[in-house]
């Protein structure tokens, strides 16, 4: 690893496979577990750059596709890179636009050696996408951490149709890596393979046999049932470098979360929280509730009593009630706010439970409180 970017596993939990560390980035030091918040298209939705960090986010995505797409890849890298562009001070991720690019069946071509030809989905105009491209696509980003380009091949896929894809996923991976200029980056490769043992191992044992300063698991929470989930990173973490961040993407939930934690998992991102919230529909220590709910109009407690964000030191479930009722932006981003604080906070509290000794106990007695009303 680069001497900007490496990662320090100081205590592994006693009892599983948890660790807690550090991972140093050219843009500052975040401790590990983490989750980290999504800013699609250079902006978490509805919050400012000051909104996340008062949430005590450290890293923060940013997507290539849609970036490339709209305002254009050369634009950001003209305003100075993504950071500067958005005003975030600190470490950022892009993904490679994979999952967005594979995930518009009607949209593109048939996938090719080359890469993959698609439409922009609100001009029309055609756009192709190779190992290559995405590389000089995310270096003039410029955050701190990118992704290969892979396939993410569709659950349920064919063992055929699969081993295919994570033969392309790992010759692209290849090409990715010699593309790469920058040297202030770091490249995770990304592990495919389905819920096929063999080929998430085989997968596994090649990309790490490469030069990556990281490693992701994909292909998951593509709509397989959940037990093939955790079963897919059963699959992969085995066969992953110890002394390397361990990154699964798409994850929000609780229980992937802690299921990934327990195994080794350092990262996880996903856009649930936020999407959740312009809904209506809150984490809290109790579980999910749905705001919008009649039994909230008269409530003038706190949104959650153990959360310390914005939302919750100042407004009550009453006033969120009437803001999401009436479609206030206003009561989008205060959900927002909580949504976020709540998945970071309880990453900060796995953290200590992990150097503790009792991840395990921590994420039981979580769960167990964590219901979800009708509704949500």
Known sequence: MSKDFY???????????????LLHTPHGTVELPMFMPVGTQATVKLLSPEEIKACGAGVILANTYH???????????EAGGVQKFMNYNGPMLTDSGGYQVFSLTKLRDKITEEGVAFKD???????FFSPESVIGIEEDIGADIIMSFDECAPYPASKEYMK?????TIRWAKRGLAAKKRGDQALFGIVQGGDYADLRQYCAQELTKLPFEGFSIGGTAIGEPRLTEYHEVSLTLPFLPYDKPRYLMGIGSL????????K?????DCVLPTRLARHGTLMTSEGRINIKNARYENDFTPLDPDCDCYCCKNFTRAYLHHLMKCEEGFGGRLCSIHNIRFLIHT????RTAIKNDNFLDFAAEKLSAFKTERGC
């Open 264 to 268: 080794g998992v350092d990262m996880f």
């Open 121 to 127: 989905p609100l001009s029309g105009n055609k756009h």
């Open 164 to 168: 295919n894809s994570v033969d392309r």
């Open 67 to 77: 970036l490339a797409l709209r305002p254009g890849s050369k634009i950001v890298k």
């Open 7 to 21: 990662i320090e596993i100081l205590h592994e939990d006693k009892n599983c496979h948890a660790r807690y560390g």
């Open 255 to 262: 229980d992937m979360m802690f299921d990934g934690i327990r």
């Open 347 to 350: 990453m900060e509290e796995a």
